[in-house]
């Protein structure tokens, strides 16, 4: 296991001023802190809730005090290798919906992109504005050695964290200020104006003034509203709900306390499926009848643009680094994690024989829901997911279960080191722009290698060093 | 500015103004209580705050009529839709539902008052301390007002806000002057002797007015002066015509604002007249309570005008 902060006792160079800096404090200091951080959360009401596990619906997601840092150097591959990810997959979803070269080239298989249920048939020959049709990706990145980054996923549709990587920052910056004093650390503080940008950009066709935009939330109930409330406000723009928007003749509305008030750009937290419900699902109270009319007229810019999730697809992601080559003509910087598509008989078989060393999910599954850790699992549950799996093989894909990079982390026994991953967020408008930083993960119980914050993950600052 | 904005920020307003004056109803109580002549009521105080709070239709009708009893209903009752614990669930709330209208600053007021109030230990605040527990919530109320003040944005947002609170607080001075009402004997002979006086002072103190009435009147108690200060005195701050004014102006400020105007201005103007234009000898001879249930019928449609005027609740 590679630990970020030191390797044969010797503390790594970007963490040596933190080391420094937390012996001189002590482990009193450092209790303190964390306790005071706990309250700072739990004031500004930064809370996660977890869908049916009842119990607190605004429950705090652990946050770690040590940052996870990384050096100028090792920032560059990742910006370089992020931004190269985020312009083949909007390459890619704008090709499956117009001509499909991808596919007639033979690179990626017809059936995966069409008979996938992200793919949607409504938005086939529709040019979105600047073509661009995943505005904000989250590329979900792994670690196992000094220079071996891999990318687990990719988020095209409406990555969530960003939030956290913005107000840990805020809270870092309020506990140590002499840290920032001394170190050179990147700011994050940018985010929102260069969302701001990004989704200005991108106003439609028939947008003759500067755009109105807003975010579109299902509402206080979802889990990350917070994070809704909290970019509208950075952003300085409305937050509505599907209740404040209608569709009159050819354009978007919201209802205001003047009477109605056109909008152009709508970022939108919400599944495609609930959007519209004269177009999609028609039980759904989230969307706005006519929607997607206007969208197809050049009325109204949808981001994510609605059908961008047949790039984040877990079976499609195999694909991404011959997409890398196929559009832009260049090698992957970042690689992907050996996949075993169970769809093909030779890697289901070997997957059914290794279950006890892979990590397998389904192609279709999030959150870190309905996966199975093959380490970590008993007999029992191996032998009942190889069912699930034999029921329906196009379903799950495996992967081997990597030795992911550790980072310190404060747990009751003290400082320990603890699995992390990492989910920078790129932004993809008039140009490509990646704040330096990003959300850091970590899976704060001794061993586990899931991450997520609906699995009891925490998070952590994440420090890039500048030059 | 979103309609559903607007209604929510209303809505907020009033709830914490709402939690204020339930506080305020029990500190009369509790005060009207520690008088020794005050069995001679023909009510019990409690009973008269339970009245004048217009929960008293939830409340168990087996239920004694003590302070513990009443209290815990007006404080911690969940199906009392305006006990204090609900104001504050429901301020919270709405909040929360829109972030991005109100200042971190008002937040964390809402956010901690309703953390601290969730607390096991503050049952038997209220229960032993009341008025330590009474002067809690105020300090909320002050703290959120305080965090309005000085942080939000002077737009449309705040017009609505204002509203909220003086809308309510009308509504809440009015409920005040009844449980004197309702307390009071209704034998002339008993007027002007030391018991009624004090119960009058009462209303004063829960009014928070007990030295600005001083300052303004520079002479004794009278039913007839204390009555004037909370209800026709434009000095005070939680006087009808104080806050018939303040909707009068926070109206206007919206009818410049958007540069429409709608039947809800006149109303506003309307009120405010009947407030300045009316004497207290006036207001005596017909009945204060008749007065005070008019205003508060007059007060109750002029909310449903502004909801009406805003496209409050959607379509």
């Not at chain 1, 075993?340 to 892979?358: A, N, R, S």
């Not at chain 2, 030391?194 to 004794?220: E, M």
Request: charged fraction near 25%; charge should be negative.
């Amino acid at each position: 296991m590679f630990n970020e902060m030191s390797v044969d006792d010797q503390i790594r160079e970007p963490y040596r001023a933190l080391v420094d800096w937390m012996e001189a404090s002590g482990p009193e200091v450092l209790e303190q802190k964390r306790l005071e951080a706990e309250t700072l959360f739990r004031k500004i009401g930064i809370t996660f809730a977890v869908y049916g596990e009842g119990g607190d619906p605004e429950r705090l997601i652990p946050f770690d005090l040590i940052p996870r840092i990384f050096t100028s150097g090792e920032w560059r591959k990742l910006d370089r290798g992020v931004k190269q990810r985020a312009r083949a997959l909007n390459a890619f979803l704008y090709d499956v919906y117009h001509n499909a070269e991808i596919i007639k080239a033979g690179i990626v298989p017809a059936d995966l992109v069409f008979r996938n249920d992200a793919f949607e048939p409504a938005v086939i020959g529709i040019d979105p504005p600047r073509n661009v049709y995943s505005h904000i990706v989250g590329v979900d990145i792994v670690r196992t050695g000094p220079d071996d980054f891999y990318v687990l996923e990719d988020n095209c549709r409406t990555p969530s964290g960003v939030s956290y990587m913005l107000e840990n920052r805020e809270i870092m910056m309020r506990m140590f200020p002499d840290l920032f004093k001394s170190l050179r650390i990147e700011p994050v503080e940018s985010y929102p104006d260069m969302l701001l940008k990004t989704l200005k950009s991108i106003a439609p066709r028939k947008c003759d003034r500067e755009p109105n935009i807003v975010v579109l939330t299902p509402g206080a109930m979802n889990s990350a509203y917070y994070e809704h409330s909290f970019l509208a406000d950075q952003m300085g723009v409305e937050l509505v709900e599907g209740q404040d928007l209608f569709v009159h003749e050819d354009r978007v509305y919201m209802r205001t306390t003047r009477g109605p008030a056109r909008v152009d750009v709508i970022y939108r937290r919400i599944d495609d499926s609930y959007i519209d419900p004269l177009c999609f699902r028609p039980d759904s109270v989230l969307g706005i009848p006519g929607l997607m009319n206007v969208y197809r007229s050049g009325g109204v810019a949808i981001c994510s643009a609605p059908g961008a999730g047949v790039a984040d697809d877990k079976a499609v992601y195999t694909y991404v680094p011959d997409m890398i080559r196929f559009y832009l003509g260049q090698e992957p910087i970042l690689n992907n994690v050996p996949t075993w598509k169970c769809g093909k008989p030779d890697d289901l078989k070997y997957v059914l024989e290794h279950l006890g060393e892979l990590v397998v999910k389904e192609v279709h599954g999030s959150g870190g829901y309905g996966m199975l850790v093959g380490p970590a699992s008993t007999k029992e549950e191996q032998a009942a997911y190889a069912k699930r799996i034999e029921a329906d093989p196009g379903d799950f894909i495996a992967q081997p279960t990597l030795s992911l990079s550790a980072c310190p982390t404060f747990v009751e026994s003290g400082v320990a080191p603890r699995h992390v991953d990492f989910r920078p967020f790129c932004l993809v408008g008039d140009n490509v722009r990646l704040t330096p930083g990003g959300l850091t993960r970590v899976a704060m119980r001794e061993g586990s290698l899931v991450v997520n914050s609906s699995q009891g993950g925490g998070v952590k600052d994440t420090w890039i060093m500048s030059d | 500015m979103l309609s559903r904005t607007a209604e929510n920020l209303f809505w907020l307003s009033r709830y914490v103004e709402r939690a204020e004056n339930m506080a305020r109803l029990m500190e009369m109580g509790y005060r009207m209580a520690l008088m020794p002549a005050a069995a001679s009521g023909n009510r019990s105080e409690w009973e008269s705050v339970l009245s004048a709070s217009g929960c008293a239709a939830g409340y168990d009708p087996d239920a004694p009529l003590r302070q513990e009893e009443v209290a815990n209903f007006l404080i911690f009752n969940r199906d009392n839709s305006s006990s204090i614990l609900n104001c504050f669930e429901y301020a919270r709330a709405n909040a929360r539902a829109m972030r991005t209208a109100i200042t971190a600053e008002m937040w964390e007021a809402l956010n901690n008052a309703l953390m601290e109030l969730r607390r096991p230990s503050m049952h038997n605040l209220a229960k032993n301390e009341l008025p330590e527990f009474i002067d809690w919530v105020k300090k909320q109320g002050a703290l959120f007002r305080g965090a309005t003040d000085s942080t939000i944005l002077r737009n449309d947002g705040y017009d609505f806000i204002r509203l909220g609170t003086f809308i309510e607080r009308a509504d809440n001075t009015a409920r005040l002057l009844d449980v004197k009402y309702y307390v009071l004997l209704p034998e002339t002979s008993m007027v002007g002797d030391g018991v009624d006086n004090y119960q009058w002072t009462t209303v004063l103190r829960a009014a928070s007015s007990l030295r600005a009435f001083h300052w303004v009147y520079r002479d004794d108690y009278s039913p007839h002066r204390i009555a004037h200060f909370l209800i026709l005195n434009p000095f005070s701050p939680r006087s009808l015509a104080h806050c018939a004014e303040q909707i009068t102006q926070h109206l206007e400020r919206l009818a410049r604002h958007y540069g429409q105007r709608h039947s809800v201005h006149r109303q506003a103007v309307d009120m405010y007249s009947l407030l300045t234009q009316s004497d207290m000898d006036e207001i005596f001879s017909t009945g204060l309570h008749e007065f005070l249930t008019d205003f508060q019928g007059r007060n109750r449609l002029l909310s449903l005008a502004i909801a009406d005027a805003y496209h409050f609740g959607g379509q």
